[in-house]
Each structure stands twice: as structure tokens, then as C-alpha cells.
């Protein structure tokens, strides 16, 4: 008697049943839809609802001022606002994907709502064209809109997530012959990607997109187009004649069936149900037409409301919301009168069994084989019911036949449970949100939950997400954002207090994003109270420098180690304090103070100098001057002027200064000294040579040049002013001798006296640039046989370095010298020779 009961409520068309469960009653009252524009967010969203002001109506006990009011699908007012927004007469409202509503004026201006009927700013506008031409007519799909203005042009935005609008090609058609009807392809269906606008005009179709425009004849269309519905996959369209036929073709126009209605007049609404049937609505007569001229009729004395969903079609009416959907085939095979299939016994054998009766042992011997598939479509079936007593039979059923199965996959119940829970919970009247079980496999949870956020039902949101296994991280903040919104006469520390004692259910949630909404929302104490409890400084720190804790700021940055992160903080202080208060703020951090002083030293020398003479560290700023006179060498421009007066002796003699007021920095100071001193020799001397080579050399390279120059006056001066030694001065002054090849200066200045670290500098210098003749004069007069004898081998006389190495009596010596020339024989043996004597000799 239970598969009678339920299979009554169905109705066949053609080899297809069709069911039209009441979803809700609907709670709301003293609403007539057809006084009204409405409109309904699919997969069970908000409905909408502001009085048309096209037609003339008659006020009751209500406000001559226009509201617009949000339900959701049981009736239950969720937000009402006064509709005062300018711009003329409004055309068209629809829900988004976002569940934004969007709603279109006369003028062309784009307004926008939440589902608390809050407005969102900014307003868009279409463009001037729409402004000036008014907007007669739009089409909504998904995420876009196509308006079409009263001098036949057409406008899309093709995303509201990002408003702009463009222009489609030109149609052709004037203010007076304005097309019977519009529909969309949406462009997720087109070839070329964008929106085909489908017009039914006097002679036929035309197609536009923003490129192009086709034409379709009547002819090929069979007549003139009234009505135009696209299904949800964009690949058929279900046409209402001019003579009352109705048409569906696909989108490359060929038939597949016609069906003769009984009015010629064009329905008010069509859509189609699924992808198996159209949904026709005149005044008082809802028609369902399927392939094959077979149609069902539905008698209704209010008007009524068509909402597409990809699997059926919701009907809204002052007093119901009903769904129209072609009953799934699992439920066909358990609940079809006379139904023998697996599935159906299965029920069956459950009845039985809570009857106690042997009938249901002998059911399950019949379907032994199919056992598995009849479990699977009862649990199927279960998914499709809106009824919550006949999901749990069907359930109980499935549970039932599994018991008997080996090799079933027992979590397929688990998981439609859940589903179901999901679905039971979102679909009770307070919530309002009757979605399928196919519904919602194309929502997704995560949408879903979304959706709960943004209708301020967090509770059921975070059950869900817990209950799915989802994060609950999105639920808890925007729960904790909105709470703070709606609590400004909580104190800070009490909304604290409730607010952490949520937050701490989510390990690793961002506090401080939460703590950003309330500096936003006015509340800059509650926000630096939150963001103390952020554990990841990259979000801490930025944050605390929003709401002006600066010093909180810096101390957290520090602790992290972040040299990124200090440098936030230092560059933001920086811009926002007096310089003394900013160094005072440095000088307690390490860290910080450190980190200032590299940047500085690299980018803000006289900055960084402040700070120095503010901190009394005057050796720091003397070296500052230093480097930057230095800098200031390298410059060309650096060099000119007085010598006295010249920037970069200014700026050494200031360093100079500054050293000498420092017991520490005594060898500085008389470095910085020395230093101005030689840069003005050295300026003297590129002045008098008119050569610019002296400034920034050594002295010993200064002293060399003066004598490669010829000026040993010059040379002198300088070994006397910077009392140099008489072994340095006779290296310099022999290899800048050696250097220009003066070799009878050479051998003079070897001759005025005994060379204090004797002829070596003499040798070397000579066998450096291969002159092994000048080195001749030289080598017999080295005192020490050692360095004679490796005199001669560096030149090449084997002979000579023999016997001059048998003098000191050092085989080491000799060893080395035969390796030097191991490509000579004769030599070798020399060497040789003399090792062996050496050896006899015990030496």
C-alpha cells in the first residue's frame, strides 16, 4: 500500500513519471506575486520581492513607499529596505552566483544588494548610450546580463564579479519593431566563448554575440517566434509559434518534435524541467509537454513563479513552493505499482520483516543475485527524498539487504547519511534552502557553506564543516567579523572574552584578520587586545603598525628575528616620527639599531650622522666623513678647487677632529692627519706636473712616480714630511731607477754610500725587468754567498752559483740549485760534484 500511495502522486508523460512534492508552505503573508516583480536565486537561494511599479495597484493596509523584501524559499522575511534608488522605472533583479542581487534601472544604473538587503557600493552604469536610450528589456544568466534599450540596441556585462559593460553588434532593428522575445546561450556553451543573445523577431531568429549577427528565416524555424526558453546545457531551445505550436530544436535550429497547444497566445512563462520536458504557464494552466505530443496539465488559481534548476523546475506561489523534477529511476523501480524489480522486493522484504512474517525470507531468496544492485538503488532513491520518514525507510531497507551482501561496500550508506543530514538540515523552513541531492552535487559543500556564512547562519555552518570534515576556519572569522559588526555596545574587553573563547576552537586561525575588521569597524583597542594573540608575526606586525602601535610593532619584530619585518617597522616609524624620538626608539633594540645603521650606512649617510652625534659616538661619524670623502675621490669633479679649501680635505680634517676628541681613536686621528697632509702634497704635485696622477696613491707609490718623474726634490720632501725609512727609501728609490732604466743613476746613487740593507734591492730589481748585465754590477757585492749564489742561478750562470753556494757549505742549498737547472747536464754535474765534496768532507 506504500508504493501506491507514493507512485499516486506521480504523473507519466509518454514512458517518463513526474512528481511535484510541496516543498514549504510558504510563511509569508498578504503577498500576491503578480503584483510584484520577484525574483529567485537558484539552487534554493533567497527570493526577492519589491512592488512593480509598471502596473497600476491597488494599496491595501500597506505604504505607499516601495520595499523591497528578501525571503528566503519558506516564506521567512531574512531583510527589507525602502527602495529609493533613482534612474526611472526598474527593468529587471536577479541573484548571482554570490548571491548578490542585481537590479537594473530604466537609465541604465546597475544597483546591488546583499541577502540583508544592505546596498553595495559602488552603483555601475551600462553606459552613456543605455542612459540615453533607456533600457527596455534584460536577460540574466549565471554571472551576466543583457539589456537591450528602446532603440534595439544590445548591452552585456558579461561578469558581475568584474562590471564592465560592452557593446553586442549592431542588430539592425528600430524602436518600433522591437523583438518579440530574448534569450541567452550563455558563453560557457558558444563556440566563440561569449554570450549569444537569441531575438525573436517579425521574419525569424537573430543571433548576436559582440562580433557578429546571423540570421535565421522563418522558414527554417517552421514561423514567427513568440517565446524563447534555452535549457541549462545550452543545447536545445524550446520555441512557442506565432500559432500556438511549440518547437524544440537544437541550437543548430533542427526539429525534434512540435506539440499543438490549445492558446495561440504566447505563455508568460516557459522553462524547461531537466533536459525531458517543457514547463508552460498561462493565467490559471501550468503545461508540461515531453517528446512525442504528450503533455500534462496542472490547474492553478494564483499566479506562480518559474525557478530552473538543473534537474527540475521550482514553483513558487503566494502560498507553496513545489518542485517539479522527473521522479529518478531507482524511486521508479521500488515505488512503481506492480514493480517487481530487485529494489522493490527489497522494500517489500522489509515490510515483511517488521511484520514478522516468513515473506520476507522468501523476497530475498528471489533477488539473491541482485542483492547488491537493489541495496545500491534504495540508497539511491533515499537521496532523492524530500520526505525525511521515507529516506529513513529506504535507508533501513538498503540496510536491511546489506546485511545479506558479502561483497557490498558498506560506506555507501555512510556517506548518503551524512549527505541527507546536510541536506534535512539546510532544507528545514528557518533555513530555507530546499536543495536536491543533484542540486546539491553541483553546489558543492563548500559553497554551501559559504552561503550559510553569508545568511548569518554560523551554527549550522560550523556543524557542517565539522560534520563534513571540512576547515572551520572561514566559519569561525567571518562569525567573529560579524559579531563585532553587531556588538557596538559590548565593551571591548566582554567581546574579547567571547570572541577568543570561538576562536580557540580552530588551531592556527588568523587572529589577526579578525583584529583587522575591528580596527575597520572603529574599535582600534579591541583590535590591538586580538592581534596580541596572533602567533605569526608576518601578520601580527603589519597590523599593529595599522592601529598605531608602533612600539608594540618594533619590540614583536624583534623578537621574531625578522630582519624583513624590522625593517616594516623602522620604515614606517621612520616617515611618521621627529628624528630625535625615532633614535631615542632604536637606541633601546639591538636588533633594530643595528639594522637602521647598515641601511644608513649604505643610503642616508647625513641621517645616519644625526643619529651618531645624538648617541655621542663622534669616532662613527668621523669614519663616516672618512668613507665619504673617499666616495668623493672617486668622483672627478672631487679634485678641483684649492687644495687648502678642496672638499675631501675638508671633510678628512673634520675627521680628523672628531678622533682627537676620543682617547680611544688616538691612531686614527693621527691617520686622518697624515692623510690631508698627503693629499695636499699630492694636489701640490699634480698642479706643478700638470699630471694627474699623484692624488689618492700611497706615499710609497707617490715617492716612486716623483722619482721616475726626475723631481727628487719633490721625492725627498715627501720621505722627510712622512719620515720615511732609509731601507724603504732605498727599495723605492732603486725600483723607480730600475723602472725608467736610469742605470747610471742607478749606479751612482749604489756608490754615494753603503746601502743600509745592502745590494739585494740593487739585484732583485735588476733581474725583475731582465737586464742580467746591470745585475752583474751588483751581485759580487752581496755579502751573504747564500743569496749570491741564487743571484747567479736566477741569471743563469750555473758556474758561478756553484761555487758561490761551495762558500756557504750548505748541500740544502745545492739541491735546491740543481733542481733550478735540472734541463742543463753539465750543470747538474757541477752540482753534483760539489755535493759529494761536501759530503766527504763531513760538512
Known amino acids: 500500500m506504500a508504493n501506491v500511495s507514493v507512485a499516486a502522486e506521480w504523473q507519466l508523460l509518454i514512458n517518463r513519471y513526474y512528481r511535484k ?27 526577492a520581492i519589491i512592488r512593480d511599479d509598471s502596473k497600476i495597484v491597488q494599496l491595501y493596509a500597506e505604504s505607499a513607499l516601495r520595499k523591497l523584501r528578501v525571503f528566503n524559499s519558506a516564506g521567512i522575511l531574512l531583510a527589507e529596505t525602502v527602495w529609493k534608488q533613482p534612474g526611472g522605472r526598474l527593468i529587471g533583479m536577479s541573484w548571482t552566483e554570490d548571491q548578490t542581487l542585481i537590479c537594473i534601472v530604466q537609465d541604465g ?246 511484520r514478522r512474517s516468513a515473506k520476507a525470507d522468501e523476497n530475498l531468496r528471489l533477488i539473491r543475485a541482485s542483492l547488491p544492485e537493489a541495496v545500491e538503488a534504495c540508497i539511491d532513491a533515499a537521496g532523492h527524498e524530500f520526505d525525511v520518514s521515507r529516506q529513513r525507510t529506504l535507508l533501513r531497507a538498503a540496510s536491511y539487504g546489506q546485511a545479506f551482501c558479502s561483497n557490498f561496500q558498506r560506506d555507501h550508506i555512510q556517506e548518503m547519511c551524512k549527505t541527507l543530514r546536510v541536506l534535512n538540515a539546510v532544507r528545514n523552513p528557518e533555513i530555507g534552502i530546499p536543495l536536491s541531492i543533484e542540486q546539491y552535487k553541483l553546489l558543492s559543500a563548500p559553497v554551501l557553506i559559504g552561503r550559510l556564512i553569508n545568511a548569518h547562519q554560523h551554527l549550522l555552518a560550523l556543524r557542517i564543516s565539522e560534520y563534513a570534515g571540512m576547515n572551520q576556519e572561514v566559519v569561525i572569522m567571518h562569525w567573529a567579523c560579524t559579531k563585532i559588526t553587531a556588538s557596538l555596545a559590548i565593551p571591548d574587553a566582554a567581546l574579547l572574552e567571547i570572541i577568543l573563547d570561538k576562536l580557540k576552537l580552530c588551531k592556527g586561525i588568523s587572529y589577526a584578520a579578525v583584529a583587522a575588521h575591528a580596527d575597520r569597524s572603529g574599535r582600534r583597542k579591541l583590535a590591538a587586545m586580538l592581534v596580541d594573540h596572533e602567533p605569526r608575526s608576518s601578520k601580527q606586525v603589519p597590523l599593529l603598525l595599522s592601529i598605531a602601535e608602533e612600539d608594540t610593532a618594533l619590540m614583536k619584530a624583534t623578537e621574531s628575528g625578522d630582519s624583513d619585518l624590522v625593517y616594516l617597522v623602522l620604515f614606517h616609524i621612520w616617515q611618521k616620527r621627529p628624528a630625535l624620538e625615532f633614535f631615542g626608539t632604536i637606541q633601546a633594540r639591538p636588533l633594530a639599531r643595528d639594522l637602521f645603521i647598515a641601511y644608513a650606512r649604505c643610503y642616508k649617510h647625513e641621517f645616519l650622522k644625526d643619529f651618531f652625534l645624538s648617541t655621542g659616538q663622534l669616532q662613527e661619524v668621523a669614519f663616516l666623513l672618512w668613507k665619504e670623502s673617499w666616495e668623493l675621490g672617486k668622483n672627478p669633479m672631487g679634485s678641483k678647487g684649492s687644495p687648502l679649501h678642496g672638499p675631501r680635505i675638508k671633510l678628512i680634517e673634520k675627521a680628523h677632529n672628531l678622533f682627537s676628541e676620543t682617547k680611544e681613536h688616538t691612531f686614527e686621528s693621527k691617520a686622518a692627519e697624515e692623510h690631508a697632509k698627503l693629499l695636499r702634497i699630492q694636489h701640490e704635485l699634480e698642479v706643478s706636473t700638470k699630471q694627474p696622477i699623484f692624488v689618492d696613491s700611497s706615499i710609497s707609490d707617490t715617492i716612486r712616480t716623483c722619482i721616475a718623474l726626475g723631481n727628487h726634490r719633490a721625492a725627498m720632501k715627501v720621505k722627510t714630511e712622512f719620515k720615511v725609512s732609509e731601507k724603504r727609501w732605498y727599495w723605492l728609490k732603486v725600483f723607480a731607477l730600475v723602472t725608467i732604466r736610469d742605470w747610471e743613476a742607478l749606479e751612482k746613487f749604489s756608490k754615494e754610500k753603503r746601502p743600509p740593507m745592502g745590494f739585494r734591492p740593487f739585484v732583485e730589481a735588476c733581474i725583475d725587468v731582465d737586464e742580467k748585465a746591470e745585475a752583474l754590477k751588483y751581485i759580487p757585492k752581496l755579502v751573504d754567498p747564500r743569496e749570491r749564489a741564487e743571484a747567479y742561478a736566477r741569471i743563469g750562470m750555473a758556474k758561478e752559483a756553484a761555487d758561490a753556494a761551495s762558500q756557504a757549505k750548505d748541500g740544502e742549498l745545492l739541491g735546491r740549485l740543481k733542481l733550478s737547472f735540472a734541463q742543463n747536464t753539465a750543470a747538474s754535474s757541477i752540482f753534483d760534484t760539489l755535493r759529494d765534496r761536501l759530503s766527504f768532507q763531513g760538512v
Open 21 to 47: 512534492p510541496e516543498l514549504y508552505p510558504m510563511r509569508w503573508k498578504h503577498i500576491d506575486l503578480s503584483r510584484n516583480k520577484v525574483a529567485c536565486a537558484p539552487f534554493g537561494g533567497p527570493i
Open 109 to 354: 544604473t546597475i544597483y546591488r544588494y546583499n541577502v540583508h538587503g544592505e546596498v553595495l557600493e559602488p552603483n555601475f552604469s551600462m553606459g552613456k548610450e543605455c542612459f540615453e536610450q533607456n533600457v527596455v528589456d534584460c536577460v540574466f544568466w549565471g554571472n551576466g546580463v543583457v539589456c537591450l534599450t528602446e532603440a534595439g540596441k544590445l548591452f552585456c556585462v558579461p561578469d558581475f564579479k568584474e562590471i564592465k559593460p560592452c557593446k553586442l553588434a549592431e542588430v539592425g532593428i528600430g524602436d518600433e519593431e522591437l523583438p518579440n522575445c530574448m534569450a541567452v546561450i550563455e558563453p560557457q556553451y558558444t563556440v566563440s566563448g561569449n554570450v549569444e543573445v537569441l531575438l525573436g523577431v517579425g521574419s525569424g531568429i537573430v543571433i548576436v554575440d559582440e562580433d557578429e549577427v546571423r540570421f535565421i528565416d522563418e522558414e527554417k524555424i517552421g514561423g514567427v517566434v513568440l517565446k524563447i526558453a534555452v535549457s541549462h546545457n545550452g543545447r536545445f531551445l524550446a520555441c512557442f509559434m506565432h500559432d500556438g505550436r511549440l518547437v524544440v530544436m537544437n541550437t543548430e535550429f533542427r526539429d525534434f518534435f512540435q506539440y499543438q497547444c490549445e492558446s495561440a497566445l504566447p505563455p508568460e512563462q516557459m522553462a524547461w524541467c531537466g533536459l525531458d520536458s517543457v514547463l508552460l504557464y498561462w493565467d490559471d494552466v501550468l503545461l508540461m509537454v515531453g517528446p512525442s505530443e504528450d503533455s500534462v496539465s496542472y490547474i492553478y488559481d494564483e499566479p506562480v513563479i518559474f525557478i530552473p534548476e538543473c534537474d527540475g523546475v521550482r514553483i513558487l506561489s503566494n502560498t507553496s513552493m513545489e518542485f517539479v523534477q522527473r521522479v529518478p529511476d531507482s524511486t521508479v523501480s521500488i515505488f512503481k505499482i506492480g514493480s517487481t524489480s530487485p529494489a522493490s522486493l527489497l522494500f517489500d522484504a522489509l515490510d515483511h520483516f517488521d
